[in-house]
């Protein structure tokens, strides 16, 4: 049977591989660009910026994600029952009690953040605290739990901060393209047919490089959900807890003050607050649907 730990080490290497293929493409976009424009400063540009941007990102992510959340530091003193099923949770799974965050906000949410279990971070809003019994409490913050042991919260940053560089750099390339072609783009293609060939189709993989990302980032996205519903109810031994708070969460329906779509995918529900959905646009939710979700928390007991 499945543990808290499962996804782990997978997560780690999935971490690496995903980073590897990000690269592959962004490295790919700064070459062609760079042949665009006969310029390898594109090139080269491409490659640092993207190094430095993971550095960033992996060191700084907790808190640029709290800080475009508006969460707040929670004390003992203010929280203690947050305190209290976060220690108790914490103990039970093995893992360093986080940082705790509360965001000012009545929308009933909730999500994980951090590089490592060792700097994480649980940001609640204060809505999901007035909302919830202790029970449903305990689910919510169980499965934000399963996030960080299972090393979700690394895999989520790096795939977020790769997908928004592939986003820019392609962005520039389009841009610049309609305004003015590039070197060979000028000289060349005209006289060459294999050269114009390889012309339309590095524009065509430019442009569609970050749909496909995208892609990427939210399938990613939804399968973590199931996944940390699925431990977080192992953890609390009471799938029913976190399944009637996701019933109160979705039936809330409002959206978050500060919804973000760069950290829409860390929450433990749509912060953009519930749609109905069908069919091709499932493929663009940050998470799965919460119904799905509920049937299999509720098929585990």
Do not use: C
């Amino acid at each position: 049977m499945a543990t808290l730990y499962t996804q782990q080490d997978k997560n780690v290497r999935r971490t690496w591989l995903l980073m590897a293929l990000f690269l592959v493409i962004i490295v790919a976009i700064g070459w062609f660009v760079s042949y665009y424009y006969n310029s390898p400063a594109i090139l080269i540009f491409a490659v640092v910026f993207s190094v430095v941007m993971n550095v960033v990102s992996y060191w700084y992510s907790d808190k640029i994600s709290l800080s475009l959340a508006g969460a707040k530091p929670a004390t003992r003193d203010q929280y203690p029952e947050l305190y209290r099923v976060v220690e108790n949770l914490s103990i039970t799974a093995g893992l360093p009690k986080p940082a705790l965050y509360v965001i000012p906000d009545a929308a009933p949410n909730a999500f994980a953040t951090g590089r490592n279990k060792e700097h994480a971070a649980v940001a609640v809003t204060s809505g999901l605290l007035g909302m919830m019994n202790t029970n449903e409490l305990s689910g919510v913050l169980a499965h934000e739990l399963s996030h960080i042991g299972n090393r979700d919260t690394l895999l989520q940053t790096v795939v977020v901060v790769l997908v928004g560089m592939i986003a820019i750099l392609a962005n520039i390339f389009t841009r610049s393209s309609w305004l003015g072609g590039g070197s060979r783009g000028n000289s060349r293609e005209g006289n060459n047919p294999l050269a114009a060939a390889l012309a339309i189709a590095g524009i065509i993989f430019v442009i569609l490089s970050p749909i496909i990302a995208k892609l990427i980032q939210l399938a990613i996205s939804r399968k973590r959900e199931f996944l940390a519903d699925a431990d977080g109810a192992l953890l609390t031994r009471y799938p029913e807890g976190l399944a009637s708070a996701l019933e109160k969460i979705a039936a809330y329906g409002a959206p978050l003050q500060h919804a973000n779509n760069a950290t829409a995918h860390l929450y433990i529900s749509n912060p953009f607050g519930s749609k109905a959905v069908a069919g091709l646009s499932k493929l663009f939710m940050t998470h799965p649907p919460t119904a799905e979700r509920i049937a299999i928390l509720r098929g585990m007991e």
